[in-house]
């Protein structure tokens, strides 16, 4: 596709339930990034994928996210028994690869717990 | 902790006006500055970027200037436009590694024509 793109757009969730997140990055791009966006917050950083590996997952905030990438294209982010404080637009963003590339953002998506 | 800091948090100018965003980072060892610009309901894009080895960048009517010994940069734009009411986010990362982006809190503009 032409650029990075997230679905759903929005989400409105109970208190409890679980939610998937999806990102499809634009096509052979091999670094693929999740951020959070908080209201009056900055972008705060959660995971990255080289391919299909995520080196690091320390910046996950709880053991309730988790994250995949499939075929080195598609990635999932999970939230698990979601909480008021989970609210926030979850943004997605690819690169052609690590180290000195431009990061392109997909729109995100609106997470919202009720 | 806030390893990039942003200031002002919100910023109105008339059109024509010099808007000035400034931040300021932690860590010595970032080496990539990226400044992004977000409307209402998309993603950030990518604005303008400068390294550390140089201490000014102009992009059309866009310029970072860049102070390496106090570790600050800030966002200049000439002759601002209404159309140039937005967010914008400075950031900063390592491009060694997995080059994560440490973003600011976000200026939001406001030009009024």
């Known amino acids: 596709g032409a650029g990075v793109s997230q679905s759903p757009s929005n989400k409105v969730t109970e208190k409890g339930k679980d939610v998937e997140l999806r990102c499809d990055p634009i096509?052979?791009?091999?670094?693929l990034y999740w951020y959070r966006q908080s209201l009056g917050q900055g972008l705060e950083f959660l995971i990255y994928f080289q391919g299909n590996s995520a080196p690091d997952k320390s910046g996950l905030p709880s053991d309730r996210f988790s994250a995949e990438r499939t075929g080195g294209s598609v990635s999932t982010l999970t939230i698990q028994r979601t909480q008021q404080e989970d609210s926030a637009v979850y943004l997605c963003?690819?690169?052609?690869?690590?180290?000195?590339?431009?990061?392109?953002f997909g729109a995100g998506t609106r997470l919202s717990v009720l | 902790q806030q390893q990039v800091k942003q200031s002002p948090q919100s910023l109105i100018v008339q059109k024509g006006g010099i808007p000035i965003i400034n931040c300021a980072y932690e860590n010595t060892a970032f080496d990539y500055f990226p400044w992004y610009q977000q409307f209402p309901g998309k993603g950030p894009a990518l604005l303008i970027a400068?390294?550390?080895?140089?201490s000014e960048k102009k992009e059309g009517r866009f310029t970072i200037s860049f102070n390496k010994s106090a570790k600050q940069f800030s966002l200049h734009i000439m002759d601002s436009q209404p159309g140039d009411s937005a967010t914008y986010f400075c950031?900063?990362?390592?491009?060694?590694?997995?080059?994560?982006?440490?973003f600011g809190t976000g200026t939001r503009l406001t030009v009024i024509p």
């Open positions: 963003a690819s690169s052609l690869a690590l180290g000195g590339y431009i990061q392109y």
């Open positions: 400068i390294r550390p080895d140089v």
């Open positions: 096509s052979g791009h091999t670094a």
């Open positions: 950031a900063a990362s390592l491009q060694t590694g997995a080059n994560n982006l440490f």
